[in-house]
C-alpha cells in the first residue's frame, strides 16, 4: 500500500479523544491568548504533550493530558481545539468522524457543562462548514467521578442529542473500575436510549468487555484483552459488536508490548467487527494514515481490507441508515 494513496483514501474514525489530539502550534495559540506560559522551544513543547516511545504504563501516558487540559478552559479554547481536530480529519480525508471529550475535566475557570458541550460542538459545526467533515460528538464521564456527578453527563448526553452529542462512553481507570460499577447508570443510559460505547480490556481483563457488553455497549474502545478470553468471541458476534482499535496507542500503553501479542488478526480470523483509530493523535503522535499503514506493514493488509475495516466503522457509527448509506457508496466508489 502506498502511503499517499492511503492519505488520500475515504476513512472513518469513531475512537479520537479532543484533548489528546491538538496540535502543538495550535496549543501554543491557545495558550498565548490566555497567557498561560509553556516551552518556548517547539522540541521541548513536543515533549510534553507526545508520550515516549518507551511508555511506561497507561498512567505514564495518561500524564501527557494534564497541559493540555490546563489550556482548555474557556469557551474560544474548545472551540479551537474541535476545529483543530477536523482540519487534521480534513488533510487525510476522513468522512466522518466522531470526537469524545468529558466535560467535566473543563470546568476549572468556571464554566458549566453545558457551556462546555457547546463550546465544543460549536467548533465541530464550524470545522465541518470550513473544511467538509462530518463529524459529531460523545460525551464521556469519568470512572473515578462520584455516580452522581457521571449521571449528570448522562442526561447532558440525552439533552443535547439533537445538536450533536451522539453517545456515551467511561473513560479513566478501569483497573479500579469496572464495568459493573456503573450499572445503574448504564441502566440510565439504555432508559434514556443513548447508543453506548465504552472502553473495556484496555487493561489485561477480557472479562470486562463482555461485562459492558452485557451492559448495552455497542461498541468498545479498545478492547485488546479479549484476545485472552475467546470464551467471549461468541457473545461479540452474537450482538454484532465492533472493537474500536487503536494500534500506536495499545503499544504505548503496554496493553501489549510485542507485536505478537497483538490480536488484530486473531479478531479478523475469527469474524470480530474491528475497526482502526487513533485515540489521541497528538499524545500518540500518530494519524489514521500511519495506523494502516503500519496494518500494512505488520499484517500485510490491502486496500480491501481497509476498504472493510472503514465500512466496520460505518456500521458502528452513531448515526442514521441514510447516513451510513451515503458514506458507504463514497467508500465503495472511491474504492
Known amino acids: 500500500?502506498?502511503?499517499?494513496?492511503?492519505?488520500?483514501?475515504?476513512?472513518?474514525?469513531?475512537?479520537?479523544?479532543?484533548?489528546?489530539?491538538?496540535?502543538?502550534?495550535?496549543?501554543?495559540?491557545?495558550?498565548?491568548?490566555?497567557?498561560?506560559?509553556?516551552?518556548?522551544?517547539?522540541?521541548?513543547?513536543?515533549?510534553?504533550?507526545?508520550?515516549?516511545?518507551?511508555?511506561?504504563?497507561l498512567n505514564d501516558y495518561l500524564e501527557r493530558f494534564d497541559l493540555v487540559l490546563t489550556c482548555l478552559q474557556t469557551e474560544e479554547a474548545l472551540k479551537t481545539a474541535a476545529i483543530d481536530i477536523i482540519s487534521q480529519a480534513a488533510e487525510e480525508n476522513i468522512?466522518?468522524?466522531?470526537?469524545r471529550f468529558a466535560p467535566s475535566l473543563h470546568t476549572?475557570?468556571?464554566?458549566?457543562?453545558p457551556q462546555v458541550i457547546s463550546a465544543v460542538l460549536s467548533g465541530l459545526e464550524y470545522g465541518q462548514q470550513a473544511f467538509g467533515v462530518k463529524s459529531n460528538a460523545l460525551l464521556c464521564g469519568m470512572r473515578h467521578e462520584e455516580l452522581k456527578d457521571i449521571e449528570k453527563i448522562v442526561h447532558?448526553?440525552?439533552?443535547?442529542?439533537?445538536?450533536?452529542?451522539?453517545?456515551?462512553?467511561?473513560?479513566?481507570?478501569?483497573?479500579?473500575?469496572?464495568?459493573?460499577?456503573?450499572?445503574?447508570?448504564?441502566?440510565?443510559?439504555?432508559?434514556?436510549?443513548?447508543?453506548?460505547?465504552?472502553?473495556?480490556?484496555?487493561?489485561?481483563?477480557?472479562?470486562?468487555?463482555?461485562?459492558?457488553?452485557?451492559?448495552?455497549?455497542?461498541?468498545?474502545?479498545?478492547?485488546?484483552?479479549?484476545?485472552?478470553?475467546?470464551?467471549?468471541?461468541?457473545?461479540?458476534h452474537e450482538k454484532g459488536?465492533?472493537?474500536?482499535?487503536?494500534?500506536?496507542?495499545?503499544f504505548q500503553?503496554?496493553?501489549?508490548?510485542?507485536?505478537?501479542?497483538?490480536?488484530f488478526q486473531t479478531f479478523l480470523d475469527n469474524g470480530i467487527n474491528i475497526c482502526i483509530n487513533t485515540d489521541n493523535r497528538t499524545v500518540s503522535d500518530t494519524t489514521l494514515t500511519d495506523e494502516f499503514m503500519k496494518l500494512h506493514e505488520w499484517y500485510g493488509i490491502t486496500y480491501a481490507d481497509m476498504e472493510q475495516l472503514n465500512h466496520n466503522a460505518i456500521n458502528g457509527a452513531f448515526i442514521s441508515d441514510s447516513e451510513k448509506q451515503i458514506l458507504h457508496d463514497q467508500l465503495t466508489n472511491s474504492y
Open 1 to 57: 500500500m502506498k502511503r499517499e494513496l492511503v492519505k488520500t483514501l475515504p476513512k472513518i474514525e469513531l475512537h479520537c479523544h479532543l484533548d489528546g489530539s491538538i496540535r502543538p502550534e495550535t496549543l501554543r495559540k491557545i495558550a498565548e491568548q490566555q497567557e498561560i506560559l509553556l516551552p518556548v522551544d517547539d522540541a521541548a513543547l513536543k515533549e510534553l504533550l507526545i508520550a515516549p516511545k518507551d511508555c511506561q504504563s
Open 95 to 99: 468522512q466522518y468522524i466522531e470526537v
Open 108 to 113: 476549572e475557570k468556571g464554566l458549566s457543562l
Open 156 to 236: 447532558l448526553a440525552e439533552e443535547f442529542k439533537t445538536n450533536g452529542i451522539v453517545g456515551f462512553d467511561l473513560a479513566g481507570n478501569e483497573i479500579d473500575f469496572p464495568p459493573y460499577t456503573f450499572e445503574e447508570t448504564l441502566t440510565l443510559v439504555d432508559h434514556l436510549n443513548i447508543p453506548l460505547t465504552l472502553h473495556a480490556g484496555e487493561c489485561g481483563c477480557g472479562k470486562n468487555v463482555a461485562d459492558a457488553i452485557h451492559l448495552g455497549a455497542k461498541r468498545i474502545g479498545h478492547g485488546i484483552a479479549l484476545k485472552d478470553t475467546p470464551e467471549y468471541f461468541s457473545l461479540l
Open 241 to 250: 459488536t465492533l472493537i474500536e482499535m487503536c494500534p500506536t496507542s495499545n
Open 253 to 263: 500503553t503496554k496493553t501489549v508490548t510485542h507485536l505478537e501479542d497483538y490480536p
